[in-house]
Structure formats: structure tokens, C-alpha cells
């Protein structure tokens, strides 16, 4: 393997740790905040938090098994597929989520663990998903692409709950975070789909 390729998947590596480790603080935070506040969409973005790990173990799997060039475009169609699934499951749950708080009239409780995990998400997600960009067009991987495109999703998220939040508290606007998120849901099931399919949006 070449030495600028090898430390790329060095990287890549890097970045799946964190993620992986990032992710697991980052839902056990949301949904023992979720819950303590009575919150649906603090727990569904916890476990978004949870869905995104799996993602993360399957593209460390595969800058794993980078050196094996005979199976690397096979296990990169494995990992984009998984990652596809993962969108799919993020997008069901989203949409659920939002139809049960539409139907039932209820807002987001407010919190301060939840306030500042959503601000610190919306800093640390777009920073990961640009260098997990830079690793994916060193190795020519859509997987990690797909990847770097669930870490967006993942600042979007954080935006649409500090939003809802603050919408409902300052507005009494209790609709705001379900009605944001799925107008999400297309957008995170085209993903879903084109995954499944070992294709991104980027491949034109």
C-alpha cells in the first residue's frame, strides 16, 4: 500500500474512533437527558446518536480491511450498504418521532444538558464531516462520503432540536421541532435508498 494511501487510512481510522466514541457520550447524554425532561426529541436524537455509531464500527471495519485490495471494492459496497440501512433507520425513526409529537401536541421540554450537547453537536459534527470528506477523496471512498454526510445530518438534527427548543420556549411554538423534522425525512431516506443501491448523491 502507499505510503500516502496508508496514512490516509490512518486517518480515516482516527476519525472512526472518534466518532464511535463521540457518539456513544453523545446518546447516553441525550437520552438520560430525554428522559429526565420528558423529552421525545432529546431521546430521538440520542438515538440517532446510536445509529451513527454502528455507521462509524462499519466504516472502521472497512479502513480496516483497506490493505486487501483484491476485496476492497466489495467491502466498500458492503460498508456503503450498511451506512444506506443506517440512513433508512434514522429516517423511520425521525418520521415517527415527529407524527407521535404532532398528534399528541407535545413540545419539547426544555433543558440545559440537552441546550448545550445541541450547540456543542452543531460545532463538533460539521468539523468531522469536512475531514472525513478530505479522507474520502484521498481513498476514492463513497462508504466514507456516505459517512461524512451522516455527521451532517447529524449538525441538522442539532439545529432543528436547539431550535425547537428555543422556538417553543421564547414563541410557545410546540410544532416547530416535528414539523423540521420531517420536512428531514425525504432528504435523509434519498440517502438511505442511494446507499442501498452502493450509490451517494455526490456520484452523479
Same mark, same amino acid.
Given at each position: ?9 490512518q ?8 466518532? !464511535?466514541?463521540?457518539? $456513544?457520550?453523545e446518546?447516553? !447524554?441525550? /437520552? ?5 425532561a ?10 440517532? $446518536?446510536? @445509529?451513527?455509531?454502528? $455507521? ?6 472497512r479502513?480496516t #480491511? ?11 459496497? !458492503? ?12 429516517? /423511520?425513526?425521525? %418520521?415517527?418521532?415527529? /407524527? ?10 426544555? $433543558? ?6 445541541a %450547540?456543542?453537536?452543531m460545532?463538533v #459534527? ?11 477523496a ?5 462508504? #466514507? ?23 417553543n ?13 420531517? /420536512? #428531514?425525512?425525504? @432528504? @435523509?431516506?434519498?440517502?438511505g @435508498? ?6 451517494t448523491?455526490?456520484?452523479g
Amino acid at each position: 500500500m502507499r505510503a500516502d494511501r496508508l496514512a490516509a487510512v490512518q486517518q480515516g481510522k482516527r476519525l472512526e474512533y472518534f466518532t !464511535i466514541a463521540w457518539n $456513544s457520550l453523545e446518546g447516553i !447524554i441525550a /437520552v438520560a437527558a430525554g428522559i429526565l425532561a420528558g423529552s421525545i426529541s432529546l431521546v430521538g436524537f440520542g438515538v440517532d $446518536s446510536f @445509529i451513527e455509531m454502528t $455507521s462509524g464500527a462499519a466504516l472502521l471495519w472497512r479502513m480496516t #480491511m483497506d490493505a486487501q485490495e483484491h476485496k476492497r471494492e466489495r467491502m466498500e459496497q !458492503i460498508t456503503l450498504r450498511i451506512v444506506g440501512g443506517c440512513f433508512l433507520a434514522l429516517a /423511520v425513526y425521525v %418520521c415517527y418521532e415527529a /407524527v407521535n409529537d404532532l398528534q399528541r401536541r407535545e413540545a419539547p421540554e426544555e $433543558s440545559i444538558p440537552g441546550i448545550v450537547l445541541a %450547540c456543542v453537536s452543531m460545532i463538533v #459534527m460539521p468539523m468531522l464531516a469536512r475531514a472525513k470528506r478530505r479522507v474520502a477523496a484521498k481513498l476514492g471512498s463513497a462508504a #466514507m462520503i456516505a459517512d461524512a454526510r451522516q455527521a451532517e445530518f447529524c449538525t441538522y438534527l442539532s439545529i432543528i432540536l436547539l431550535g425547537g427548543l428555543l422556538l417553543n420556549a421564547l414563541w410557545g411554538l410546540w410544532w416547530a421541532d416535528p414539523v423540521a423534522a420531517l /420536512v #428531514m425525512v425525504p @432528504i @435523509i431516506a434519498r440517502e438511505g @435508498i442511494e446507499g442501498l443501491r452502493g450509490e451517494t448523491c455526490c456520484d452523479g
